[in-house]
């Protein structure tokens, strides 16, 4: 009997390493899951001036801005701002009104409710 206790000591031993490295892999992954909704649902829901989307990344200077659903508009996708080569364009955001101005002339005027 002292073998088949070994034995069956050495199996639990197995099983409840197998349980607990299963147990870390579920838990490490809703981790990873939760943190990707959870950042997701900090970029989605900053509402910023009454906008619902806004992304900026690195102002004056910066690759890309991406602004997302201003008051009916779906996608307004600006690269290198202060310095740009291709669009020159400059966003002018004063109390709930956002201006998108090219070379100094207005392209957009809109207000935010």
């Known amino acids: 009997m002292a073998i088949i206790n ?3 000591e050495v199996n639990m031993v197995i099983i409840n390493e197998m349980d607990q490295v299963i147990m870390a892999e579920i838990n490490g992954m809703d981790q990873v899951i ?5 950042g997701m649902d900090q970029v989605i829901m900053a509402e910023i001036n009454g906008m619902d989307q806004v992304i900026m990344a690195e102002i004056n200077g910066m690759d890309q801005v991406i602004m997302a659903e201003i008051n009916g508009m779906d996608q307004v996708i600006m690269a290198e701002i202060n310095g740009m080569a291709q669009l020159n364009m400059v966003i002018i955001n004063l109390m709930n009104q956002v201006i998108i101005v090219k070379r100094d002339m207005v392209l957009a005027n809109i207000t935010i409710s």
Not at 34 to 38: D, F, H, K, P, Q
């Open 6 to 8: 070994e034995m069956n």
């Open 34 to 38: 939760m943190a990707e909704i959870n």
